[in-house]
């Protein structure tokens, strides 16, 4: 006689991956996950969407409760392929909405096969070779864009915020140093363009500066830092007794793919730690999140073009290489892979120029060899987390070996050469403005008008004269209403899914300035789907109750 919750042991063994070589099982798993993968394939058809759109019932959530029996493997894998349903399918040529991109098949197994083994990075005991597998990402990344790999160091963390984080934490460490053990007294600044990520506030916030103490930079009209202003903004700080945590320069804006110009932004901090005679040198951390994959460029021969890129597209490739080059000379930078890198959530990494910046954040005595301690590596003595996946590095990993850097710049190209095919679209029609000209990555940022506006010069004037506040707002809701028709059909299944930013920036007399958003990321995008854009916007402008 078995005890019944010997039964139920027994049961639920069969749910686990078998610890040792057993064929049968394995078929049984590998079989399990087909059969999911099989299940969401019937959800597809041609639209950018699995299944079909659901309308989201938290009541009904809310009153989910654990289960008093064991369910199986198959009805458990079965229901959680029904969540997918209404997700939209950000690798379809027809999505164009954000900076999500569809992960490659390397990519998933990367991130697939630690969460069967469950490496932890916290240290080399629980993660051997899979912390390997993360310093040759970081090496990999590094050298590209330009970090000496003898002095430079990282660390895979929680996402792009995590990578800010880091930056600043290391240099609230360095403006105000003892912070750590005695908590801050001092006020500290994180300094950005008025363009950055919000993340910057999140930061601002945890850390305990206060969101009061992000100081933001104007912006100029192609979505960089005025590093003009950079100078004074040091000087009113330091005169003010406040220290300078951190100096963030967003290589490549969420919106708008606007690029500061990192090296003035340096020049500019250097001159401020002789000019005020500074006891510290503030910490510059590039928010590359999105920029960093254009460092394939780096080396890329314009002249020659071996890739065989259309003139506008070199154009635009070149525009962007001429920022991204200096991305070594920050003090740290930010990488998601699960932006630009086509890796699945979360991959993304923090880079520091030297690794002794770690020693900022090592929790052993401060006078401890950092790392290497008994020729080991221990992250966990320097990292927010304790725990952390080796999904990301590994994921990271795959795409780094599977792209090359002749594959990412033929695939950047690629998407740069729809996005540029979509601009000159839309600056040939009368009734549609692009909005970040002299931006030159793949999201367009667009306004569209009813008859009669003359979209030469509205836009512009728009922006500038607060008498003509109402048409501004006027347009605001008309690009909102073409927004909702394209956005009701592409939850039908038809057009592109395409998004809508509300405020891509302020005008000169502080009104939200909305734009229209096309992101295009798929490797599949094509012409076809460019014009696909354009069918959706025009069907829009005749559906659209105007005025
Ligand atoms: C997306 C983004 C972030 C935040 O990154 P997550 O990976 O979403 O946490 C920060 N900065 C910029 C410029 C971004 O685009």
Redesign the pocket.
């Known amino acids: 006689m078995t005890a019944p919750y010997q039964d139920l042991v027994s049961q639920l063994r069969t749910a686990f991956p078998a610890p040792v070589s057993d064929r049968l099982h394995d078929a049984y798993f590998v079989f399990s996950f087909l059969r999911a993968l099989d299940k969401v394939d019937d959800l597809k058809s041609a639209a950018p969407m699995l299944g079909r759109p659901v309308e989201l019932d938290y009541d009904a959530a809310r009153h989910a409760r654990v289960p008093d029996d064991p369910g199986t493997v198959e009805a458990v894998s079965d229901d959680l392929v029904r969540y997918l349903s209404g997700m939209f399918i950000w690798g379809h040529p027809r999505a164009q909405i954000n900076?999500v991109p569809s992960p490659t098949i390397p990519s998933i197994i990367g991130g697939l096969l630690p969460s069967i083994y469950n490496p932890n990075l916290v240290s080399e005991e629980s993660s051997r070779q899979v912390l390997l597998a993360e310093v040759e990402a970081l090496a990999m990344t590094g050298a590209m864009m330009g970090y000496d790999a003898e002095v430079a160091d990282g660390v895979f963390t929680?996402?792009?915020?995590?990578?800010?984080l880091y930056g600043a934490k290391i240099g609230l460490e360095k403006a105000v140093p003892g912070v750590r053990r005695h908590g801050l007294r001092t006020p500290a600044v994180i300094v950005c363009s008025e363009r950055?990520?919000y993340?910057c506030f999140t930061i601002a916030n945890w850390l305990g500066l206060g969101e009061e103490n992000v100081v933001m930079i104007p912006a100029t009209d192609d979505n960089q830092m005025q590093v003009g202003l950079l100078a004074p903004c040091l000087r009113d700080i330091v005169a003010s007794g406040r220290r300078i945590a951190c100096i963030v320069a967003?290589m490549?804006?969420?919106d708008a793919f606007g690029l500061d110009d990192l090296a003035a932004i340096v020049r500019v901090r250097d001159e401020a730690v002789r000019e005020h005679g500074l006891d510290y040198v503030p910490h510059v951390h590039a928010?590359a999140?999105?920029g960093w994959a254009w460092s394939v460029f780096n080396d890329y021969d314009f002249e020659a073009n071996p890739l065989g890129f259309r003139h506008r597209t070199l154009r635009a490739l070149a525009g962007t290489s001429r920022r991204i080059r200096h991305l070594a000379l920050a003090d740290s930078i930010?990488v998601?892979f699960?932006?630009t890198g086509f890796t699945p959530y979360?991959s993304?990494a923090v880079l520091l120029k030297d690794k002794r910046d770690f020693g900022h954040l090592t929790r052993a005595e401060e006078d401890t060899p950092y790392i290497f301690q008994s020729g080991t590596r221990h992250p966990g003595k320097y990292t927010l987390e304790t725990t952390r996946a080796g999904s990301g590095p590994l994921a990271a990993l795959a795409n780094l070996r599977l792209f090359g850097t002749r594959g990412l710049q033929a695939l950047l190209g690629h998407l740069v050469t729809m996005a540029e095919e979509l601009r000159e679209q839309l600056e040939g029609n009368a009734a549609t403005t692009v909005m970040n000209g002299d931006n030159f990555g793949p999201v367009t940022l667009f306004r569209v008008y009813p008859d009669g506006v003359d979209t030469f010069s509205a836009p512009d004037q728009e922006r500038r004269d607060p008498a003509l506040r109402q048409s501004l707002l006027a347009h605001n809701e008309y690009n909102r209403r073409i927004f909702e028709i394209i956005q009701a059909d592409a939850l039908q299944g038809k057009g592109v899914v395409i998004s809508l930013t509300d405020c891509y920036r302020t005008s000169d007399y502080g009104e939200p300035i909305n734009a229209l958003k096309s992101y295009i990321l798929s490797p599949f995008s094509d012409e076809q789907h460019v014009h696909a854009v354009l069918e959706s916007i025009w069907k829009a402008r005749r559906e659209v109750e105007w005025p």
């Open positions: 900076v929680f996402g792009g915020t995590g990578t800010l950055a990520h993340a967003t490549g804006t969420t928010d999140v999105i930010g998601d699960h932006k979360i993304s």
